[in-house]
């Protein structure tokens, strides 16, 4: 895949055009073994696979050398007068991808900057997939941290998947890119029914949830947690973290049990591990399906032989249809990990636990928020989307209107310092306003018509004298007319991701993007971000960056409309000079594109030896043992002497830009 590449303020756009209409695109937070980024995004023919960056694919296959000794052959015998079968045919055995990586990544090319796409894979499933979701996986600074994270995860990509012919499907492959060969093997181009999705041809495993069980209209929404085997044992607890609980008085208009509570899960005996997918639709009212897949006993792949995974685990009827379903951020064995936030585009966001000890056959509900009502209507202000924050410790809503703000329900971000007298907050105060708000740019225009001055001062009094003065503003009026922004529906959406840098006080730091309409923000430590707000710093030069809001703007789709955006995880970028914290990419969704908007790659630096000088230098070359990097040294040092000797004598010399010893004149 070759992107179109713009340089657009300092950066490069990068578009992949498709031959499909993309639905969904997301980045997986996990990468494989050879440093690739991994792009899914799914499409109106099934799902496809992008790896982005890290070491490339060897095209060259193993061959396999057959050995041959000395009274054997390849002919056989073959009997024809014969009453008896002969032995059963041997299984064909399945195909074993083993590919192979180059031992570095490409070579730094100034013409074309950028992480190439090393290897695409499409898996057709006969349906489109509307929707694609996965865990919330940690950071790489944190996973190696986490010994209840199944082995599936490190090894294998896990999907859960939203169709249009309303099934919900769970499918895993290797994470590592597959080869070349094991794209064009004879069998698939052969026989082009085996390139179907589930047949194991990519070491692919597929569930499906079929219509029948589950959903009656199309999903609206999926995500995907997982969870310690369910079994009958009440008397283990889940791990408390050493977090504050919530204050009695934030659960008085919805009473739920101890946040210490008890969870029916044999962790020590039982150290399997189950699949929560959650997913809804606008069934009836509303409906929230949640359905529990096991895993192997090992953790390292789905359990084909459960039969009961088809059937609900959870079912819950919803007051109106949710615009997003979200489960904590929280992993195993957290005590928050199960529950499920649920966001209404009527304005109201509630909290769903799906493991609860005083309900255990149904799960509970825990807690339900409001946003303010829209001005002189009385209607609450609809929200699009929402997101855990703070490791699940609070909640980051998107209004229609562009407005976001963050609900601190456990008291868990930056506090303001606290003038003499003042009054302190309380645990109602975090639920009935927003700790922090902002507005996005484009959410400054309305989709109403915006009548200019002199249709006003026309309103006013129609009769109005002539005058100079009101002679132009008619001449105006005539010839600028109203300005009409588009109406329709707002779009937008948030991405939450972990942040990746080893100097954040708090593992809970997390980078932001919002975007809405044209508009596109990203926060690069929301912990940062939020303490500028709080406390009024901040400085531009110093860590107070981290949490300065960067506008991503001039995105050209083509007159595409913009259907998602979303953020790269953040990684070490070889030839960098930025720090990690601003250095997350950006894919931007269209139709039938997306764009990756990057910084341009560096020429990496040469490594100078620690007692490398240029006596040193001098000596290697008199023995003849001086390498590349030396000779380049010895030139530079040469060319640097030759300007400064000569800047002081000749006037108009230039110095050609490469680093060769050589100057012109006229």
Known sequence: MKPDVRLVDDFLQLGYELPHRIHTCKVYPVRPSNGSTVIVYGHERGLSIAWRGGKPLNDVPRQKEETKTNGTSNDAVMIIDSDDDGPPAKPTQPFLDNPIFEEEEAEYDSLEPYHPIVQHLDLPLGTEVLHVSFPHLPSELHRLSLESLPKIFSQRLVLALACSDFSIRILTLPLIPPSPHSKTRPELRDNVSLTGTGNGHFGEQMMIIPSVTGHQSLPSGVSMTFTAHVVSSPDIKMEDEGEDDLDVASRTSHPSPARSRSRSIHAEEDSSRDLLIASHSADLSGLLLIHKIPLTVDGAGI???????????????????????????????????????????????????????????????????????????????????????????????????????????????????????????????????????????????????????????????????????????????????????????????????????????????????????????????????????????????????????????????????????????????????????????????????????????????????????????????????????????????????????????????????????????R
């Open 303 to 665: 359990d084909t032989k459960s039969a009961d995974y088809g059937m609900p685990w959870r079912t819950q009827y919803l007051p109106s249809p949710a615009v997003s379903i979200q489960f904590n951020s929280s992993l195993y064995p957290a005590k928050r990990h199960s529950e499920v936030l649920i966001a209404e585009a009527k304005g109201v966001v509630r909290v769903y636990d799906c493991l609860s000890q005083s309900e255990p056959d149904r799960g509970s509900w825990l807690i339900s928020l409001h946003t303010n009502f829209q001005d002189g209507l009385p209607k609450r202000r609809p929200i699009l989307d929402a997101q855990w924050v703070l490791g699940g410790k609070a909640i980051l809503v998107l209004l229609a209107d562009g407005e976001w703000g963050i609900w601190d329900i456990e008291n868990a971000g930056p506090k303001a310092k606290k003038a003499i007298g003042a009054s302190q907050n309380t645990a109602r105060d975090y639920l009935t306003s927003f700790a922090i708000r902002g507005l996005l740019g484009s959410s400054l225009t309305t989709s109403n018509p915006i009548k200019s001055s002199s249709r006003k001062n026309e309103s006013r009094s129609k009769l109005a004298p002539m005058t100079p003065g009101t002679r132009r503003i008619r001449q105006e009026a005539l010839f600028t007319g109203p300005v009409v922004h588009p109406s329709g529906p707002s779009r937008g959406g948030l991405c939450v991701l972990p942040t990746n840098s080893a100097s954040s006080n708090r593992a809970d730091d997390e980078s932001l993007l919002l975007w809405h309409g044209h508009s596109i923000i990203t926060i690069p430590s929301l912990l940062t971000h939020w303490q500028n707000k709080v406390q009024g710093s901040g400085n531009l030069f110093g860590s107070g960056a981290k949490g300065q809001q960067r506008e991503i703007t001039n995105i050209q789709l083509g007159g595409e409309l913009r259907t998602g955006v979303t953020l790269f995880p953040e990684s070490y970028r070889p030839g960098g000079k930025r720090e990690a914290a601003t250095a997350a990419d950006v894919l931007v969704m269209g139709e039938y594109r997306f764009i990756i908007v990057t910084p341009p790659l560096t020429e990496p630096e040469p490594s100078t030896p620690p007692n490398s000088s240029p006596l040193v230098d001098q000596q290697l070359l008199a023995r003849g043992e001086l390498d590349v990097n030396g000779m380049e040294r010895i030139l530079t040092g040469m060319t640097n002497g030759e300007q400064r000797n000569s800047g002081n004598h000749r006037v108009g010399v230039a110095v050609a830009k490469r680093k060769v010893g050589f100057l012109t004149s």
